[in-house]
Each structure stands twice: as C-alpha cells, then as structure tokens.
C-alpha cells in the first residue's frame, strides 16, 4: 500500500527512484558532491538480505542498535525491515532496547526483522539511570538509552545507533570501515538553521550541532573517555534543556567529532524536500511531530516508508488516524502529569 501526494518532491518520486547511481566516497562530509553509494532501490525492488546463520564466525565489527517503548513498536518495526532488506547487514548484531514491550511487540519486532535475528534487550535494569530525565509526548525514557547503549555491548567495536523513525535505502558497509580516530563519534550536523537554536540552547558561538538520531561510535574509545557517565552527569546538571540528550552530546563533545554526509541521516524535507534528496539518502530520517505511521503525514519519502511497512506485521494494518493520535497524546500528557505529581508526594 502506498500513499500518493501533491508535493512537487512526492510528483517526481516516480520518475528518479529508478536511476542507479555508484560514485566512490568515505562517507565524511566535505564540500564535494553528496554521497551516493551502489544499489539504489525503488519501492518495487526491495529485496531481503541473505538469512543469517546462528553458526556463523563473528567478525566483530558492528553493532547496530536502536530504543522504543510500546508507542513506537509499528515505526521500529517498518525500520527494522527497511535495515534487513537494504542495509546488507548480514552478519552484524542488531539490539533493539526495549521499554516496557509485551511479548506481541517483541514477536512483531522479530517478524519484521526476519530472516534476520535481533536481540531484544529490555530496559528494565538500567532504566533508574534515565528515568528522572525530562520526557516529553515525543520525546520518552528510550531516547535516552543511545547514552548507555556503547557500554551495554558484547565486544563489537563500533556501533551504529539509529532512530526507530528513520529508514535504510541502500548498504551501510562504507560505515563499517569509515576511519573514525581521533574522534570516537561521527554524526550528520543539522541544518544551518536547527544549529543556530541548538547553539542559542548550550550559550555558545557558532559551531556545528550533530542531529543524534544517526550515530557512529567507536565503542573502546567511547568508554575509554567515560563519556557515558559525563553526559548523564551533564544532564543532571542541566534538568530543563530542550534536546536533552542531543544538548548534552553536543555540550560534552564540542567539536570533538566527524560530520558525516548528510545522506546518512537526511531529513528530505524543507529545504532539502527534493527528489534529487530522496534518491540521494541513505537513512532518511521522519523528524517532526507527524510520523509515516499516522494518516496526516505528508512527507515526501512517505513512499518509501510504505512500501517497507507492507512487508510488516502492520503492512494489512490502517494508519493511525488523527482522531488516535490526539487521544495518544492526551493519555501521554495524563500519565506524565500522573507521575510528576507520584514524585512530589513522594
């Protein structure tokens, strides 16, 4: 099932999702032309990756891994499927945090990452270190988790966090073995615009803001430096920052991190609403309120994210509807009202 839209990007979709472009690159942001990496897919020539063997060596290479709790299940599933059928990640872990999720969301999950296997880690031991963090209707305890994800992994050396709102286009393998030292974490900057408030937000001069929902990291560098327990420390100390984790990320780093090519984490609206963006993107990211998974959306890549949700649990499933989602946020805004009020008293 796809959606059809009047954008002048949705329009053209049609027409240049068929080219196949292969141009070499290291995937790190320059001035040069943006990346574009082999095997560009049309919605209609999704092909799953090949299935993984649970005997096969470890090449201890990548972990990638992402958070949801029980309103997000439908939209990491559609990214889930969208990594397995496109990313070429056979081989690599894939660990999906959970909060809260009951054993249909895990089972869902699963079939939606198949033939692939993933972990399914739930939060529940680690939550206390998060939980006190501001949360908002969009904004829950799991988003926190990519600050304790590199020291809850096995002994894979990078890790390769996404959002559950993004969907993989084409291979990851150039992030597999992109140079990273000195620096332990690469990222795509945000616009010119969102990192000028971001820059406003932490008081200081002009300088890029990293978007946290694409993140490259080398884990023993990671710990090494004990950036999860400084960045958890930095949130403690600054309660009422808006893009809590993201501030802190950028407020510890500064600019002691890799831009990356922004078709690693590209947004493909506003400015860069254009079909020459979708066809360029490697990890197209839903930011906003609105999400493929509701009715009113109208991003421009919606498209893609369908033809990726027919291959889901949820493929037979309708959108959520507008009605659905103002109540959603209603019961949101009552049970974090709810648990203010439990704090206080308590």
Not at 1 to 12: G, K, L, N, T
Not at 16 to 25: E, I, K, M, P, T
Request: aromatic letters at 6%; one cysteine or more; glycine letters at 4%.
């Amino acid at each position: 099932m796809a959606a059809s839209f009047d954008s002048p990007a949705a329009a053209a979709l049609a027409t240049v999702l068929g080219d196949r472009n292969a141009h070499s690159s290291d995937g790190v942001r320059r001035n040069a032309s943006p990346l574009w990496l082999n095997g560009s897919l049309t919605a209609d020539e999704q092909t799953p990756s090949a299935p993984v063997s649970v005997n096969a060596p470890r090449r201890n290479a990548l972990a990638i891994a992402t958070a949801t709790d029980r309103n997000y299940v439908e939209i990491t599933g559609v990214m889930l499927r969208s990594l397995v059928a496109n990313g070429r990640v056979f081989g690599d872990r894939i660990v999906v945090f959970g909060d809260g999720l009951r054993a249909s969301h895990e089972r869902d999950l699963r079939a939606a990452a198949s033939p692939s296997e993933i972990d399914i880690r739930d939060i529940t031991s680690i939550r206390h270190r998060i939980a006190h963090f501001r949360t908002t209707i969009y904004w829950p305890t799991a988003t926190y988790v990519r600050l304790l994800a590199p020291d809850l992994l096995g002994d894979e050396d990078r890790l390769l966090y996404v959002d559950g709102d993004v969907i993989i286009t084409r291979s990851l393998g150039s992030l597999r073995s992109l140079p990273l030292k000195p620096f332990c974490v690469a990222a795509v900057p945000e616009a010119d615009d969102q990192a000028a408030k971001g820059n406003a937000r932490l008081q200081r001069a002009s300088q890029p803001y990293l978007n946290a929902g694409v993140l490259l990291i080398d884990v023993p560098l990671w710990r090494m430096r004990n950036l999860t327990d400084r960045l958890l420390s930095w949130l403690d100390a600054h309660p009422n920052q808006r893009a809590q984790d993201q501030d802190a990320l950028n407020a510890v780093l500064g600019s002691d991190w890799l831009p990356l090519d922004h078709t690693y984490n590209s947004h493909c609206a506003g400015a860069r609403a254009s079909a020459d963006a979708i066809r360029s993107a490697t990890i197209i990211h839903f930011t906003g309120e609105r999400k493929p998974t509701e009715q009113a959306c109208m991003h421009p890549a919606r498209d893609l994210f369908m033809a990726q949700r027919a291959h889901t649990p949820w493929g037979r499933q309708p959108l959520t509807s507008e009605t659905r989602v103002a109540l959603r946020r209603l019961w949101l805004k009552a049970a974090r009202a709810s648990r203010r009020q439990f704090s206080y008293f308590h």
